[in-house]
């Protein structure tokens, strides 16, 4: 949704896998709840969607989805 219909206010509060990573981000000790969830994005609205497109590209960079590209040699 983000990306194909440009709706950038939209986090899945619901995927764990998501708050997890939030909760990682934010460096927060206590376990976030779908309700907590929406509570600490408000101060990013209306663009809490991009907070979980870059959560996306963090952890597929940790997990080495993105390598550096060498420069081919003529």
Same mark, same amino acid.
């Given at each position: 949704?983000?990306?194909?219909?440009?709706?950038? %206010? @939209? +986090? $899945?509060?619901?995927? @764990?896998?998501?708050? %997890? %990573?939030? !909760? =990682?981000?934010?460096?927060?000790? =206590?376990?976030?709840?779908?309700?907590?969830? !929406?509570?600490?994005?408000? *101060?990013?609205? $209306? +663009?809490?969607?991009? @907070?979980? +497109?870059?959560?996306?590209?963090?952890?597929? !960079? *940790?997990?080495?989805? +993105?390598? $550096?590209? !060498?420069?081919?040699?003529?």
């Amino acid at each position: 949704m983000l990306r194909g219909l440009g709706r950038t %206010n @939209i +986090f $899945p509060a619901d995927d @764990i896998g998501a708050r %997890n %990573n939030l !909760e =990682k981000w934010l460096r927060l000790r =206590k376990p976030l709840t779908y309700d907590s969830t !929406e509570r600490v994005l408000r *101060q990013w609205a $209306p +663009f809490t969607g991009l @907070i979980y +497109f870059h959560l996306l590209l963090d952890l597929q !960079e *940790q997990l080495g989805y +993105f390598r $550096p590209v !060498e420069p081919r040699v003529r």
